[in-house]
């Protein structure tokens, strides 16, 4: 506990520390200041635990690999998370509970969901060659279809991608949360009304 209390204050100490003025990327994780989502251009590629300082290729795309599967995952769960809240149900689940509590509505409706990510793990797979996270390699239909005209479109696509599973992973950490603290997982209202058609109420 002590240990805690001491980084934090460590912590908030180096809040106040004068800013650097030079670039906060050193030789060894600079290979990737280039790459995709860095945190800004005088961070470069922000690795404050040390994954990739050695500037191994492989192990920063197995990452980014990770990072953008778990986003995706949020994104998908920040959505159905809203919507069963609002009361909407595929039919044969209108008992299921909304929000976190739907894990614990019972195995009959968790094993169908384990089943689906399993086979979607299995059935997906990642281009040879290609940049972290593309699954065209596979016969199912994904990408950015018409959107990516060119290189510029496709980088701009992939950054908003990882942005935005960047924050729904914050997002959907922050419903489950406050869904537990006090039953009011999106804090300032009950539910997203744009959703109300489809709970049929």
């Given at each position: 506990?002590?240990?805690?209390?001491?980084?934090?204050?460590?912590?908030?100490?180096?809040?106040?520390?004068?800013?650097?003025?030079?670039?906060?990327?050193?030789?060894l994780?600079?290979?990737?200041?280039?790459?995709?989502?860095?945190?800004?251009?005088?961070?470069?590629?922000?690795?404050?635990?040390?994954?990739?300082?050695?500037?191994?290729?492989?192990?920063?795309?197995?990452?980014?690999?990770?990072?953008?599967?778990?986003?995706?995952?949020?994104?998908?769960?920040?959505?159905?998370?809203?919507?069963?809240?609002?009361?909407a149900?595929?039919?044969?689940?209108?008992?299921?509970?909304?929000g976190?509590?739907?894990?614990?509505?019972?195995?009959?409706?968790?094993?169908?969901?384990?089943?689906?990510?399993?086979?979607?793990?299995?059935?997906?797979?990642?281009?040879?060659?290609?940049?972290p996270?593309?699954?065209?390699?596979?016969?199912?239909?994904?990408?950015?279809?018409?959107?990516?005209?060119?290189?510029?479109?496709?980088?701009?696509?992939?950054?908003?991608?990882?942005?935005?599973?960047?924050?729904?992973?914050?997002?959907?950490?922050?419903?489950?949360?406050?869904?537990?603290?006090?039953?009011?997982?999106?804090?300032?209202?009950?539910?997203?009304?744009?959703?109300?058609?489809?709970?049929?109420?």
């Open positions: 506990m002590k240990t805690a209390i001491l980084a934090t204050l460590v912590a908030g100490a180096a809040a106040f520390a004068p800013a650097q003025t030079g670039k906060a990327s050193t030789a994780n600079a290979a990737f200041d280039n790459e995709i989502g860095a945190a800004s251009a005088e961070l470069g590629c922000w690795d404050p635990l040390g994954f990739v300082t050695n500037g191994d290729q492989k192990r920063f795309d197995r990452l980014r690999g990770i990072e953008l599967k778990h986003g995706r995952i949020a994104m998908l769960a920040t959505w159905g998370y809203a919507t069963t809240w609002s009361g149900r595929f039919p044969g689940c209108e008992d299921v509970a909304a976190h509590q739907a894990v614990f509505s019972g195995p009959e409706y968790l094993v169908p969901v384990l089943l689906t990510a399993g086979l979607l793990e299995l059935l997906w797979k990642q281009k040879e060659g290609s940049f996270g593309d699954f065209s390699a596979t016969g199912f239909p994904v990408g950015f279809g018409p959107y990516a005209r060119n290189e510029a479109d496709m980088i701009d696509l992939r950054t908003r991608e990882l942005n935005n599973g960047r924050a729904a992973q914050m997002g959907i950490l922050g419903m489950m949360v406050h869904e537990q603290l006090d039953r009011k997982p999106f804090i300032f209202f009950d539910k997203f009304d744009i959703y109300a058609p489809l709970a049929g109420n």
